[in-house]
């Protein structure tokens, strides 16, 4: 298991995961934050289920090539597209051309609207899972993490049942991390305490339905 270098005099200590210079920045911004807006949502479903038998790194570096061939992660426009459509993103280079991951895009982005039409926003539905608040939780390191949680277990069994696609609980959980609806910084990472000051503030009104 990587252990995190010893942080240097005067340099903020963080988790043992990010290495490289983008996901550095990824997990000193946005990593853990609590999420409301629905595009943003979107996005990490998208960018979560492309990650399926890959790594972060890879995604973050192909991030903005996804914004680019995905419209900004609309997804009004997303689910508009058609066979055309999959055939030019299957030829993009700058995302991952795989077909059952971008026509799993598409059609969660159909499900994706039907459950904002339904609730009043994605956010809305989605919070439900962690009971509208952040979940808080004090990891040593990396192997204190899980893959799965009984949370990510229900929302994934939830997901599935309207029509969401790549939303096995693995991938759930990861999105759970991305969105902030848990706090998976290690406690001696910075980020961590900076977050959860965060997380005992925030709250959302939840629509609880399944």
Not at 74 to 101: S, W
Request: net charge positive; aromatic share 10%.
């Amino acid at each position: 298991m990587k252990r995190p270098k010893p942080a240097a005099k005067g340099e903020r200590r963080r988790c043992a995961w990010p290495s490289s210079e983008i996901s550095i920045a990824y997990h000193d911004r946005e990593w853990g934050v609590p999420l409301k807006e629905d595009r943003k949502l979107f996005e990490f479903l998208v960018l979560d289920a492309a990650q399926a038998g890959l790594s972060w790194e890879i995604i973050l570096r192909k991030r903005e090539g996804f914004r680019a061939a995905f419209d900004n992660f609309d997804p009004e426009k997303v689910a508009r597209y058609d066979a055309k459509k999959v055939q030019e993103l299957l030829a993009d280079a700058r995302i991952i051309r795989n077909r059952l991951k971008i026509e799993s895009a598409i059609g969660n982005a159909r499900a994706f609207l039907a459950i904002q039409k339904e609730c009043g926003s994605f956010a809305r539905y989605i919070w439900q899972f962690v009971g509208g608040k952040p979940k808080i939780n004090a990891r040593r390191s990396l192997k204190d993490i899980p893959a799965t949680s009984a949370e990510s277990d229900a929302m994934s069994r939830a997901l599935k049942k309207r029509g969401f696609r790549f939303v096995g609980s693995t991938i759930c959980y990861a999105f759970m991390q991305a969105a902030g609806m848990v706090n998976d910084h290690a406690v001696d990472c910075f980020r961590h305490a900076e977050l959860a000051r965060r997380m005992q503030r925030w709250r959302i009104r939840y629509y609880e339905i399944q």
